[in-house]
């Protein structure tokens, strides 16, 4: 079985402010694992994504994730938010292997302060 | 058209209407999924469709009925539905299942049951 948990459902932050947004996950097994983007009225856009190379991940937008298999994490980073960047945030884990399930967190909502 | 398009985006029915909703892919993809969105909860996948063959189905009522006539498209049915199956229903693609296999959503269609 797999799960992901994104704790608290929103963070605010001022523009030009670190961003952190947290996830963590159980997999029986080493996962794949991804973030993606919801903005208002559209569908998800893949961030990044972790596939057992680097774990420091760069993904779209300066954004960046690092995996952390001792600490089952893989938390989602930029180091200056923009306006731009306000959206929901959807951390996901899937397990290796065909026909592997695609399990999403609950997201968070990012707001941008000016 | 790009990407995965989704028509209509708003959808506004009474308990005993039927309605479709359409999904297209433009990608090449092999595979195709149904998410329903809840608010301030996970997607839930509801099904799956590999090569045309539908591969899973995660316990959706029966008045959810999804075809897939081709690799690039892929309808769900919705008949006498309940108030609580008012969602944000997103439809996705991917080139095979595997685990590393990046999905590729839509911009989803809301749906409002009355």
């Known amino acids: 079985a797999q799960s992901v948990t994104q704790l608290g459902s929103h963070v605010s932050v001022s523009e030009g402010a670190l961003v952190l947004l947290r996830c963590n996950y159980s997999?029986?097994?080493?996962?794949?694992l991804f973030w993606y983007v919801q903005y208002p009225n559209q569908g998800l856009q893949l961030l990044l994504k972790y596939t057992s190379a680097a774990t420091l991940v760069k993904g779209i937008n300066g954004f960046e994730a690092e995996f952390k298999k001792s600490e089952t994490s893989f938390h989602l980073t930029k180091p200056s938010a923009h306006m731009s960047d306000a959206a929901e945030y959807f951390c996901a884990v899937r397990q290796t292997g065909a026909n592997s399930k695609l399990t999403f967190g609950k997201g968070i909502t990012l707001s941008v302060r000016p | 058209e790009t990407g995965v398009t989704q028509t209509p985006r708003h959808l506004v029915m009474g308990m005993t209407n039927k309605k479709s909703l359409k999904c297209e892919q433009h990608l090449g993809h092999n595979a195709m999924y149904w998410y329903k969105q809840s608010a301030k909860k996970p997607l839930e996948l509801m099904f799956v469709?590999?090569?045309?063959?539908?591969?899973e189905n995660n316990s959706v009522p029966s008045r959810f009925s999804p075809e897939c006539p081709n690799s690039s498209h892929l309808f769900l049915h919705l008949h006498t539905l309940q108030p609580e199956d008012s969602a944000l229903y997103l439809c996705?693609?991917?080139?095979?299942?595997?685990?590393?296999?990046?999905?590729?959503f839509g911009p989803g269609t809301r749906l409002t049951v009355l």
């Open positions: 469709y590999s090569l045309e063959e539908r591969v």
């Open positions: 996705a693609s991917s080139q095979g299942r595997e685990g590393y296999n990046e999905q590729f």
């Open positions: 997999s029986s097994v080493p996962p794949y």
